[in-house]
């Protein structure tokens, strides 16, 4: 025992009874257990798979691990994509939608339009990368049982839409997705958004009537059926019967029924590329788009930027729904790092996907229609007070791009933009203001070459708002594609 004691690093164990040394030596063994199961995890090239949330793995035919980090980027920017937090309410307290702190007291909102992303759906691509992963389009369980049947309208009434390519509803829980096509989750998210705005404007919507409600869709499955479903989280039992205006395309250019707005411009796409610049430093990503393809003998004839939206809208889609990432048939499976490079590269192809120039154009007849309806409710004339579009990511990055607010990357699913709309209190004041949020966040301060009211400084004059909208510039721009010679 005494030579043990003069041991130096163990001296400490010559004051401990047997019992004492016994612990010491079978804490040694676990932590040695322990260390040898780390070990083993860490620099193992097969990591098992599995559908649990959020848990996403590596592939099991990969010997390389994925870099410290990836995992965590990975789940945080399906986290902001998804928009999961939407089914739990979270926005709801957090919004800065109809709160003006103390400005509030001498001010009162008099309009609200919301323009809104669909909600979660399958990919909108079709592309064999592996075993096929079904997606379940249909309402399940009987808390959907009461969903009232709502009315559709074509706009205009003259337009050639058929009305029964629209069903309102996603189906029954046996349906499986198509492309594109909104899921149930997707039904929940518009549901909850539609429950959040009715609590948010709580004493703005008491005092509005459906009839003073328009809602419009683009001629879309997913967008109409969105409609629907924000209108069942919004409505109470007596507010049945709000229609859902059709129109066709993707860009909601056709006005509500006796407005007054341009035409869209019928050259669109050779505007486009005419005005389209490509992505910067695609290089930086090429190697990621072109693996992919080689990997799942993919051979898409576009652009890399282009190429990446694709590739990552069908991956991102799988994920949102907890699947994991595609292998192909030879067992080569995508791992978290290239699809988090992936899913980078898709972000700057998203933000540089439009120009400010061609937005303008694009958007010019619904920022029309917009504005004629705030026309209308300035000078008190019987208009709409809420204002309800259903559209698409494209939509919106081309509303707030217009509005020179630049995106930072792909939209969420049910992501919003809403303008709000007040009016002074103070009986010798007239005066009209407009605020911009995007998410539920106060974006006002970044419209372009706006300056904000010095008396209310988050808001901008309805004056000045009014004549960016109807600037010699944009309707330049507008002439300038109508009167292309190309098509």
Partial sequence: MYRYCRARLLRSACGMNARQRSRVVLAGVSLLGLVGGILTWRF????EHDLRPPSLHLSPTRAQLTPRGAKEQLDQRLSEYCHESLLQFVEASASEEAKLSSAQESLELVQVHVIARHGDRSPAQSFDMGPKQNFTCGLEGKSWAGLKRLAVKPLPPSSMINLADFPVFPGSSSKRCGVGMLTEVGFRQLYSLGAII?????????????????????????????????????????????????SEGDILSAPPVG?????????????????????????????????????????????????????????MARLCHRLTLPCSHGAECLDESSALELIAGADVAWKHRYTHEYSVVAMRPFLQHSLEVMDAAVHSKHTYKLLLSFAHDSTLT????????????????????????????????????????????????????????????????????????????SLALYHECVNMTSS
């Fill in 198 to 246: 009715r609590k948010t404007y709580h004493d703005f919507l008491s005092a509005v009537h459906p009839d003073q409600i328009f809602v419009h869709s683009t001629s879309y499955q997913r967008t109409v059926q969105s409609a629907a479903a924000f209108l069942h989280g919004y409505s109470r039992e007596d507010e049945a019967g709000i229609p859902i205006h059709i």
């Fill in 259 to 315: 407005v007054k707005a341009s035409l869209p411009c019928k050259k669109l796409g050779a505007f486009y590329r005419k005005l389209h610049t490509g992505v910067p430093d695609v290089e930086r990503w090429q190697k990621v788009v072109d693996s992919i393809q080689s990997t799942f003998g993919l051979s898409l004839a576009v652009e890399t930027g282009e190429a990446a939206i694709r590739l990552a809208d069908h991956v």
């Fill in 44 to 47: 193992s090239g097969t990591v």
């Fill in 398 to 473: 081309m509303v707030l791009d217009a509005l020179g607010v630049k995106s930072s990357g792909w939209m969420p699913y049910v992501s919003r933009v809403v303008v709000e709309l007040w009016k002074s209190r103070k009986y010798y004041d007239h005066t009209h203001f407009v605020r911009v949020l995007f998410n539920g966040r106060d974006i006002t301060g970044q419209i372009a070459n706006q300056v904000q009211s010095a008396e209310y400084p988050r808001l901008i004059e309805y004056s000045r708002w009014r004549s960016m909208l109807l600037a010699d510039t």
